[in-house]
């Protein structure tokens, strides 16, 4: 498999948010929606492009916007693309469960070429991530009920990213105490 450039995954993780903010703050939601829509769209060609494989969350992440994006834009309704992050972080926090619950720790398969933890590691590790996805949703379902449009934009760009960056911060201590010498390629 290519190695993708380092300048990647954050352009496609973070660009669709940068345009989705940038154009909310011109022109609106709606406008702002399609934008999110068509910058996603892009994130996830040129990931195909330059690296040659599309990242499952990414994929799933489209899908969604696709989806929600749509009906906010068909229907005239900002709900749908409000609601968007709840259903995305429910459904990464029931796909990790699930994996707990049958004994394929999901984040190992997806992250753990980069992060060679133990067992007990990967376990305590995906308890907390299914906790803090659905400590996400949950905030997301109250911060879109109860305040402005202009107030739930701030939660999403930039208060969940710093939130989830502070969650990955969290983190550091359980990694390094179930972290597992890395093999050495030397013979």
């Known amino acids: 498999m290519r190695q993708a450039p380092s300048w990647l995954k954050p352009t496609v993780d973070f660009g669709p948010l940068a345009v989705f903010l940038l154009a909310y703050e011109t022109k609106g939601l709606l406008v702002a929606t399609a934008a999110l829509m068509a910058a996603t769209l892009v994130a996830l060609v040129l990931s195909l492009l330059v690296a040659r494989r599309l990242p499952l969350v990414a994929l799933i992440t489209a899908t969604l916007v696709g989806v929600f994006g749509g009906l906010t834009l068909w229907l005239n309704d900002d709900t749908f693309i409000k609601l968007k992050p709840t259903i995305l972080y429910g459904l990464f926090a029931a796909v990790v469960a699930g994996g707990l619950a049958t004994g394929r720790p999901v984040l190992k398969a997806v992250i753990g070429a980069s992060l060679p933890l133990d067992d007990t590691g990967w376990r305590r590790l995906s308890q907390r991530f299914v906790a803090f996805f659905l400590v996400m949703a949950a905030t997301n379902e109250v911060v879109r009920r109860a305040v402005s449009t202009d107030l739930w934009v701030l939660w999403k760009v930039p208060g969940s990213l710093v939130l989830t960056f502070g ?17 050495s390629s030397e013979g």
């Open 167 to 183: 969650f990955m911060l969290a983190q550091f201590r359980l990694i390094q105490r179930h972290r597992q010498p890395e093999e």
